[in-house]
């Protein structure tokens, strides 16, 4: 077979993505802006990413970046309140209730903490008499706003939403009012609900019960290695105070990457972006994360017991999403379990049948030093441990022959399509700009990394398996039956 | 033949505001908000051509923004219009399209070329149609629709590719209990609609080696995969005099249909109000409550009334009533939100869905009662209605944001006979809802008392005593 789609260097001819016509905007705070008019239907895709995740949190705090995300929803000194001085003078009632609260929980004083928690919940709800609940969401409701709502991943906080392209403007009065005035009302039910989310993401699921654990015993001191969601323990301790500083922190404009895509004019959105958001302060610089997870010096393993049936993570350390080995890796993830041709859905699902699938992906974040991950179930009466050295001999394949040229063929096709469909939805492609501009500082650099993908050669994927799937470099985790269940 | 489309120019005007402007100022907050001037929309949204290949009807819309074509088959059949001895059969009928070879082609060569050419296609079905799309880059397009035409029409389900499913479905039905929230809804389906496709949960009954195999699925595969059957869609860069012949090609591989296969069979659903419990040692409770109700998907004030009144109690996000009270004041739960169904041919349910510690789960519950028995007892107020329908024509234009869109919702119109205007007609009937057509909507339909309530969870934990205060209580075995 002959290769589709001939790689040509990108100095030769410019990818889809890098044609688009994306106006790049910094305003004197610091913001950066990246506007792209789009023909087609009259809507319009916002997305805000600040630099901030769970890689910016400490031990005591985990989960502050994303319950923080949950507060910036509660509106402002206007929106969302009746009477803002009323609901303000009851904070400092709450947050010294909270701080006791948190003094007797350690001292285990057991009665203490249930009177003050009642005591909270008291003043909390005669703070809401001066509430308008939820009118954030309703304003932008009433304007016809598809999917409103934000993530929080280890390396970054995104905001998005759609609105009908003549509602443009209410984005603008919306965010910059969000970014000047926030109020953190309702904290504490709000930080109820964020535990309720931990409950049903992690401790009521065995996948995110195992992720947790595998994570953990991965990254020893990088905070990789801590949920984005927090632990129970932390969440009940953070206050309203310490958000707010961490807001402060963070939150400046100058942390802040905007994407704006869709049916707009690009001089109009621009004026807005200077009139709107110009004035937002400067924030202080967030100190950079400084931790470095040390070399692994030996096979981890780590075991769930778990009322539910089996399955298995391996994750070898490797480099970031910036460092040059980073698009060999990709390909060879892509090499591993990309598609029903791929080498473990072939040997796993198809040949063997001791596993109903098997997934390789590149995590838990692109910013620092990552692992290469895969996971698989077995099908009883098979078990991890042969799902496990399935695997292992698949890799040594790999890292002694190398992948064959047909199998790089088949990627580097997909990725000329996927070139081309990734461009394809303004939410999408909003998503994208926001991400290259903030990782790499460049918002073409996402649509470069495709050339470089598709240089990668047959002796670069057996090196990254030679080098980095090694037995010393890997962590896994397993998930068994408890026993008697 | 180019078809008679329905005239779809939308008034977008009606998207226009006429607050007073004030220009040059650059507040922000809620009196900014409420002094915006919005411009109206002039926009007419594509219409898809209509063609008729061999008595297939075909949607198409051109776009010429990208080097990409998208093509999508919708047959009417699926697993619900056969009996539970084609459940199996029927369910795997998409995949095993995709998986198992075709007459010339083994399961493995399929694979390869597929991924070769980078076609990314999809199969799908759910128990009355099943769907598949094929998209690919323009210059392959030949190729493309060669190879998806062969995998719909001339399937070999190859007896490896079963076995394989059969296993991973297997191993499904060992993993059931591993999900609460799954195991809480497909309990729950099979506690109210019993022996019909909606209750149907596959077992190792099911798999058997004579109710799955090749023969089976061929069988299911003659019944459904057939002219009659089909409709196609197709969007993308393209236009149609260069995919005619295609879509010949691809149209006589698929047969006419032998016989016309009988609606799937209307439900008894059963309505015994109680408690119903999964006893399971979890952190959180998942709870869903519903009972019955006859409202019907029709062109009728009553379906208008319940869609806005359902988005008022609990379908509308932040706006409705249920996760304001359960989420934002209480903090109970993550997720909280009502559920009315409204089938076409037959009753729906009308309840709610919730997740939340053991400790909170009674409170929780009887919140959501509460919150029911207000609507029901009162019209809601004018600003929850406007919301509801301003949420529905403001964002309107999103129905109409790809031609993909378009073009796989006026299939649907085609295969369910719903008028081609029928999003219009939608459109309008919605803004025609009042606060007295809602209110006498939850009075007739709402029944608080009559809930079924399925908790999954732990009674210890939640309080047996506050259970059997709910109502008559059923503890469900559900094997592991």
Not at chain 1, 370 to 380: C, D
Not at chain 1, 435 to 444: I, K, V, Y
């Amino acid at each position: 077979m002959v290769s589709l789609l001939a790689y040509q260097p990108a100095s030769a001819q410019l990818s889809p993505g890098e044609r688009l016509p994306v106006r790049p905007v910094t305003l004197g705070n610091g913001m950066r802006l990246l506007i792209l008019p789009r023909p087609g239907a009259p809507t319009v895709s916002f997305v805000v990413q600040f630099g901030v995740g769970g890689v910016n949190e400490r031990l005591g705090s985990t989960g502050i970046a994303h319950l923080l995300e949950h507060m910036l929803f509660k509106g402002t000194t206007t929106v969302g309140t009746k009477d803002v001085d009323a609901e303000l003078g009851l904070f400092p009632l709450m947050d010294a209730a909270h701080d006791t609260l948190v003094h007797a929980r350690a001292a285990g004083d057991v009665a203490t903490v249930g009177r003050l928690d009642d005591r909270i919940a008291a003043l909390e709800d005669s703070a809401r008499v001066f509430v308008e609940a939820n009118e954030f969401d309703r304003i932008l409701t009433r304007a016809g706003a598809q999917g409103l709502n934000a993530t929080t991943s280890t390396g970054s906080t995104m905001y998005f939403v759609e609105l009908p392209s003549n509602r443009t403007e209410l984005w603008f009065v919306l965010e910059a009012d969000r970014m000047l005035n926030p109020v953190f009302r309702e904290y504490y039910s709000e930080r109820d609900v964020v535990t309720e989310e931990r409950r049903m993401r992690v401790e009521t699921s065995p996948g995110g019960m195992l992720y947790e654990a595998h994570l953990a015993a991965a990254f020893t001191m990088h905070p990789y290695g801590v949920p984005v969601v927090g632990y129970m323990s932390d969440l009940e301790a953070i206050s309203r105070s310490d958000v707010e500083s961490y807001y402060r922190r963070f939150y400046g404009p100058n942390n802040a990457v905007v994407a704006i895509v869709g049916d707009i004019d690009p001089d109009q959105v621009e004026r807005w972006a200077r009139e709107y958001l110009g004035p937002v302060p400067r924030g202080g610089t967030p100190a950079p994360v400084t931790s470095v997870e040390p070399k692994q010096l030996g096979e981890r393993r780590v075991v769930v017991e778990w009322d539910a049936e089996p399955s298995l993570r391996i994750g070898w350390h490797v480099p970031s999403g910036v460092h040059a080995d980073a698009p060999a890796l990709a390909i060879l993830t892509s090499v591993l379990t990309g598609g029903r041709t791929s080498r473990l859905h072939r040997r796993l699902v198809l040949e063997d049948q001791i596993s109903g699938g098997v997934f390789a992906s590149l995590g838990p974040g692109s910013r620092y030093p990552q692992l290469l991950q895969i996971s698989a179930s077995p099908l009883a009466p098979h078990t991890t441990q042969e799902v496990e050295l399935a695997i292992y001999e698949e890799i040594a394949r790999l890292a002694t022959d190398g992948p064959e040229e047909n199998e790089l063929e088949r990627v580097r096709n997909q990725i000329a399509a996927g070139s081309i469909r990734r461009i394809q939805s303004n939410l999408g492609l909003a998503f994208q700009l926001a991400e290259s501009l903030s990782l790499f500082g460049d918002w073409t650099e996402t649509f470069r990394f495709s050339d470089r993908l598709r240089a990668v050669t047959a002796d670069d994927v057996q090196r990254m398996a030679r080098d980095y799937l090694t037995q010393q470099n890997r962590t896994v985790a397993t998930l068994v039956k408890k026993e008697g269940t | 033949m180019r078809g008679a489309a329905p005239s779809v120019l939308l008034v977008l005007a009606l998207l226009a505001s006429h607050a007073p402007a004030l220009h040059g100022q650059r507040d922000m907050g809620r009196r900014a908000v409420e002094a915006l001037d919005y411009p109206p929309i002039d926009f007419r949204p594509p219409v898809p051509d209509e063609w008729d290949v061999d008595g297939v009807p075909v949607l198409m819309i051109e776009d010429h923004g990208l080097p990409l074509v998208s093509v999508y088959a919708r047959f009417r059949g699926g697993y619900g219009l056969f009996g539970r001895e084609y459940y199996a059969a029927g369910t795997a009928l998409p995949s095993q399209l995709r998986y198992g070879g075709t007459t010339e082609l083994s399961p493995d060569s399929v694979d390869k070329a597929l991924e070769y050419y980078a076609i990314q296609t999809s199969f799908g079905g759910a128990g009355e149609a099943i769907s598949a799309t094929m998209n690919t880059l323009v210059e392959h397009l030949p190729t493309a629709i060669e190879l998806w035409g062969s995998v719909l029409a001339r399937p070999a389900f190859d007896s490896t590719q079963v076995e394989i499913w059969r296993g991973r479905q297997l191993e499904s039905v060992r993993r059931r209990g591993d999900d609460p929230g799954g195991l809480a809804f497909s309990e729950f389906n099979r506690l109210l609609y019993g022996d019909h496709p909606v209750g149907w949960e596959m077992d190792a009954s099911d798999l058997s080696s004579e109710r799955l195999s090749s023969q089976r699925l061929a069988e299911v595969h003659r019944r459904v995969v057939c002219r009659e059957n089909l409709v196609l869609g197709l969007t993308g860069d393209v236009t149609w005099r260069d995919m005619r012949p295609l879509l010949e090609t691809l149209v006589r591989k698929v047969p006419p249909c032998e016989g016309t296969l009988p609606p799937s069979p209307i439900p008894s659903i059963r309505d015994e109000p109680g408690v119903y419990l999964i006893e399971r040692d979890l952190e959180q409770s998942v709870i869903v409550m519903a009972h019955t109700t006859d409202v019907h998907l029709a062109d009728d004030p009553s379906y208008y009334s319940a869609t806005i009144g359902n988005s008022i109690l609990g379908g509308g996000g932040f706006s409705s009533r249920i996760l304001s009270r359960v989420r934002t004041e209480e903090g109970f739960a993550y997720s909280a939100s009502s559920l009315w169904t409204m089938p076409r041919r037959y009753d729906g349910l009308l309840g709610a869905i919730t997740r939340t510690r053991p400790e909170n789960t009674i409170p929780a519950i009887e919140l959501i009662l509460e919150t029911m028995e207000g609507l029901r007892t009162a019209p809601p107020e004018a600003g929850e209605v406007q919301t509801a329908i301003e949420r529905i024509v403001n964002g309107f234009v999103f129905n109409f944001d790809t031609p993909g869109r378009i073009v796989s919702r006026t299939m649907f119109y085609v295969a369910q006979d719903l008028p081609r205007d029928w999003l219009e007609r939608y459109l309008e009937g919605v803004r025609r809802v009042t606060a007295a057509g809602i209110h006498d909507a939850f009075a007739r339909h709402l029944r608080p008392a009559d809930m079924m309530i399925l908790i999954v969870g732990d009674p210890e934990r939640i309080g047996r005593e506050a259970i059997e205060a709910l109502g008559p209580v059923t503890v469900l075995d559900v094997r592991r």
